[in-house]
């Protein structure tokens, strides 16, 4: 399969634990980005890569948040001292260098805060 | 109230029907539109998409119209079957100067065997 790929799938976690995600973008994608989806809605945009660099942030991604792509291809997504309202799925997506726009999404990290 | 974000329009054809879901966009800066395809634990697809020099585009079995006259779009699926049921996003870019992607709120679609 060379879609694009995330793991865990799901991460059940207890409020105050830190977590961590991680998406493996499609080969040779250069963009990467991190979005939220919450029940019922459409996917809410945290933040983009282009290579290594963190292009944009959202106000949506508070200071308990980190993503970092070290190497310009795998990235990961850090949210500490998780909360209740953080229990959403967490969904990456990469683009061509050729058509950037065209996001491909990868199966989502469905996430659980007790 | 708590739960309005669960109810999503819904959209029931029958298979074999036409299905056409609408999209209100709301910013005149924006200049590229996708259709998405959600299925049920999976991530969006991709469906079509289309620029806003156009007015339609077509795909397989899919044709996506844009009028910027009212900031509209619709997605329109041919001969509806039943793995088409999932929920559909519009989304849209804004050229900004930034990144921007915003996606509408969805529609369920069901497919009626």
């Known amino acids: 399969d060379t879609g694009v790929s995330q793991n865990p799938r799901h991460k059940i976690t207890k409020r105050g634990q830190n977590v961590t995600f991680r998406c493996d973008p499609i080969?040779?994608?250069?963009?990467l980005y991190w979005y939220r989806q919450t029940l019922g809605q459409g996917p809410e945009f945290l933040t983009y890569?282009?290579?290594?660099?963190?292009?944009?942030k959202s106000r949506l991604l508070s200071d308990r948040f980190s993503a970092e792509r070290p190497k310009g291809s795998f990235s990961t997504l850090e949210i500490q001292r998780t909360e209740q309202g953080d229990s959403a799925m967490y969904l990456c997506?990469?683009?061509?260098?050729?058509?950037?726009?065209?996001?491909?999404f990868g199966p989502g990290t469905r996430l659980l805060v007790l | 109230g708590e739960n309005v974000g669960l109810h999503l329009p819904t959209l029931s054809v029958q298979e074999g029907d036409n299905s056409i879901i609408n999209c209100a966009y709301s910013n005149s800066a924006s200049d590229y539109f996708i259709w998405y395809k959600q299925e049920s634990g999976k991530g969006p697809q991709f469906i079509i998409d289309i620029r806003s020099n156009m007015d339609k585009r077509q795909g397989q079995r899919v044709t996506v119209l844009l009028n910027k006259t009212v900031k509209h779009l619709s997605l329109q699926i041919a001969a509806t079957q039943p793995g088409d049921s999932a929920v559909y996003f519009c989304a849209e870019n804004r050229n900004t100067g930034g990144f921007k992607t915003i996606f509408g709120a969805g529609t369920r679609l069901f497919v009626k065997a």
């Open positions: 890569f282009q290579n290594e660099a963190q292009l944009e």
């Open positions: 080969s040779e994608h250069n963009r």
């Open positions: 997506a990469s683009s061509t260098r050729t058509n950037q726009e065209t996001q491909y």
